[in-house]
C-alpha cells in the first residue's frame, strides 16, 4: 500500500511563487514515476510535470520555464516549484506515484492564483 500526502497549496499573487512537496510512504519501489497533475472547476485534470526515479523530467507546454519538478528518492518525496504564477494556474493539485502496476494519487492541495 502506497500513500501520498501533498502540502504547500495556497494562496499567492500572480507572479509570485509557492512549492508544493508530496510525501510518499509505504510500498515504494525503485523505479518509478512520480508527477503532479491538476484540475480547475469545470476542466480535465491535466498533466502538470512528472519526473522518473532516473530523473528525467517532462512538463506540459503551459508550465515550461515557469515550473520545475524534483525529487529525493531517499526520501521519497516530490517537489514542484511554481513561478510566475498565472491565475490560470489556479486549480487543484495533484501528486501521482506511478509503479508497474499501479497508480497512486493524494488528496490534492489547492492553489488559487488572484490577480
Known amino acids: 500500500q502506497v500513500q501520498l500526502v501533498e502540502s504547500g497549496g495556497g494562496l499567492v499573487q500572480a507572479g509570485g511563487s509557492l512549492r508544493l512537496s508530496c510525501a510518499a510512504s509505504?510500498?515504494?519501489?525503485?523505479?518509478?514515476?512520480m508527477g503532479w497533475y491538476r484540475q480547475a472547476p469545470g476542466k480535465q485534470r491535466e498533466l502538470v510535470a512528472t519526473i522518473t526515479s532516473g530523473g528525467t523530467t517532462n512538463y506540459a507546454d503551459s508550465v515550461k520555464g515557469r515550473f520545475t519538478i524534483s525529487r529525493d528518492n531517499a526520501k521519497n518525496t516530490v517537489y514542484l516549484q511554481m513561478n510566475s504564477l498565472k491565475t490560470e494556474d489556479t486549480a487543484v493539485y495533484y501528486c501521482n506515484l506511478y509503479q508497474l502496476p499501479r497508480v497512486y494519487w493524494g488528496r490534492g492541495t489547492q492553489v488559487t492564483v488572484s490577480s
Open positions: 509505504g510500498s515504494i519501489f525503485s523505479i518509478n514515476v
